[in-house]
């Protein structure tokens, strides 16, 4: 397993965009294409300066997106989802036979990325992507992680707490909507956030087992 790490100024992003006027950090933790040329991301703001209103009114003056949805955690965290109707980073990553790990941009206008791969050849396809987006790539790093775990953390967390609630009981002790509330997320970005992260915990037990 391979992962790097890009850096990429000059991105018309919202993520970019966003976390310049609201003076903070945006993390996206996952990322999905929508439709043909856009995408649907899940994204959370840490910083307790930022009001939940401000965040949501900046995001969607952003060009690229056309719907958000968001709320605000008891220690000010706020978490949310929103969707793209261009989101050609996710494309290429995908096309490149890349995974997209976590992207962040913390107001200098930068957007990085932290990708992995099966083996380092899928690297040299999504820099020439990206390359030809008349941006400006830096190359952080890439390294070697045989260990690294196909499901992330915030999938883990998810579906420990699905586990611990009931929602693979029989029958069913809570519903995806009663999940998303505890998790500060939509109704349909936990429901794909679990999808993702049974199919991920699903493969990862099955490759052990090769």
Sequence with gaps: MMEAELSIGGMEFWMVDAASSLDCTITITDCIPWQKTGGQALFTISSTDVELGDAISTIKRCRDVTAVDASQRKN????????????????????????????????????????????????????KAISSRRVELDIIRIVQSEDRPMVSRKQEKLVRLALDKGYYDYPRRVEVRELARLAGMSSSATFEMLRRGEKNIIRHYFERRK
């Excluded at 706020?78 to 992207?103: P, Y």
Aim: aromatic content about 14%.
């Design 76 to 127: 000010g965290q706020i978490v949310g989802s929103v969707v793209m109707s261009d989101c050609w980073i996710i494309w290429d990553i995908l096309a490149a036979g890349c995974f997209l790990e976590l992207a962040w941009s913390s107001g200098d206008g930068k957007a990085n990325f932290k990708l992995f791969a099966g083996s380092e050849g899928s690297f040299p396809h999504i820099i």
